[in-house]
């Protein structure tokens, strides 16, 4: 079992940035496959990005693709997710979820565990 809690949500006007982390519990995080999603109300979760257990491998959604950054220090259990040029429609909440030893997965189902997920308003 793996324990992951996000911070660094928030409001933020259109067309500024935010740093989301992801904390992990155990070690073993750095053979995980990391992944960010989010989900605004009313709609279903939608895949962000996502990051291999190296960090040499990423992939994007194509609504956030030249304005995220997925990022990892396994060093210190940690994902971050560097957000710029937001957009209201960037408002969500955004959750971080880890796949043990896969490769790189876009769908929900695909991950093990899951943040509490941290609310991201962007105002216009």
């Known amino acids: 079992q793996v324990q992951l809690v996000e911070s660094g949500g928030g409001l933020v006007q259109a067309g500024g940035s935010l740093r989301l982390s992801c904390a992990a519990s155990?070690?073993?995080?750095?053979?995980?496959?990391m992944g960010w999603f989010r989900q605004a109300p009313g709609k279903e979760r939608e895949f962000v990005t996502a990051?291999?257990?190296?960090?040499?491998?990423?992939y994007y959604g194509d609504s956030v693709k030249g304005r995220f950054t997925i990022s990892r220090d396994n060093a210190k259990n940690t994902v971050y997710l560097q957000m710029n040029s937001l957009k209201p429609e960037d408002t969500a909440v955004y959750y971080c979820?880890?796949?043990?030893?896969?490769?790189?997965?876009?769908?929900?189902?695909?991950?093990?565990?899951w943040g509490q997920g941290t609310q991201v308003t962007v105002s216009s």
């Open positions: 155990r070690r073993t995080f750095s053979t995980y496959t």
């Open positions: 990051i291999n257990w190296r960090g040499g491998s990423t």
């Open positions: 979820a880890a796949a043990p030893l896969k490769p790189i997965r876009t769908m929900p189902d695909e991950y093990d565990y």
